[in-house]
């Protein structure tokens, strides 16, 4: 079923917590179908997340060469390289905006059977992964990115390096007033640290073998550890070109 699309980027500055594959299968798959559809009736879409069509589930739909593929409780592993992605931001009002992120990266996510999956994602498909990825984590584009309409597009490419490098400063000095809020806020930093924990467990950097003392954690962390310990394949890498034109 098509679904609207909210043109009300503070509807998606909350966290969407890992969705149970298991156990809320049948909502799983309503939310790939809707997704899907969606994009099928909005052809100029690179990709889409369920929240962003009224669906609090941490999945992602991106079109490529061969169809459109979605993306379950997505992570990234592996960054490499540096650009400027420019992405059409739907809950913008289909406004421009460019950020930057790693030209190549490792996406690490589960398939809409719950098989877990990994794979490399360069220039478009990377941005696009990133930009997704960043919404499902609670942050809009308007909170990194930079709005660029027809005049930026026509000025030269100095005029266009001294407009990036104005806004990558902002962007730091942004980011050091924001650690400095996180340090100080209790709930903020327990967030932080628990986004952290699962991005560890998911890259191999932490094992859920050592994690002998599950009670301090928090029910969506207990049951990504569960998952984690059902799971852990020897996933191969493949490379996704997202579809051009």
Known sequence: MERKITTDAGKLAERIDETDVKNDIKDV???????????????????????????????FAMRFGDGIRTFINPMISKREGFMFATVSCPEYGNREYIFPCSSRIIGIYQKDTGAPEQNQFSDEA???????????????????????????????????????????????????????????????????????????????????????????????????????????PDLPIDTYEPKKG
Do not use: H, W
């Open 29 to 59: 798959e309503a939310a790939i179908l809707d997704l899907k559809d969606t994009m099928e009736a909005n052809a100029s879409l690179l990709c889409l997340s369920a929240p962003q069509i009224g669906l609090p589930m941490r999945i």
């Open 126 to 232: 990377a941005g696009a992964f990133q930009y997704m990825t960043n919404l499902l984590d609670g942050a809009p584009m308007g909170d990194y990115g930079l709005q660029i309409d027809d005049d930026f597009k026509k000025a030269s490419k100095d005029e266009q390096d001294e407009v990036l490098k104005a806004f990558m400063d902002s962007l730091k000095s942004r980011s050091d007033i924001l650690q400095k809020e996180i340090a100080g806020s209790k709930s903020l930093s327990d967030i932080s640290k628990g986004i952290e924990f699962m991005r560890k467990i998911q890259t191999g950097e932490v094992k859920t073998e050592l994690m002998l003392d599950s009670s301090k954690l928090n029910r969506a962390q207990r049951r990504f550890l569960a998952q984690e310990k059902a799971k852990k």
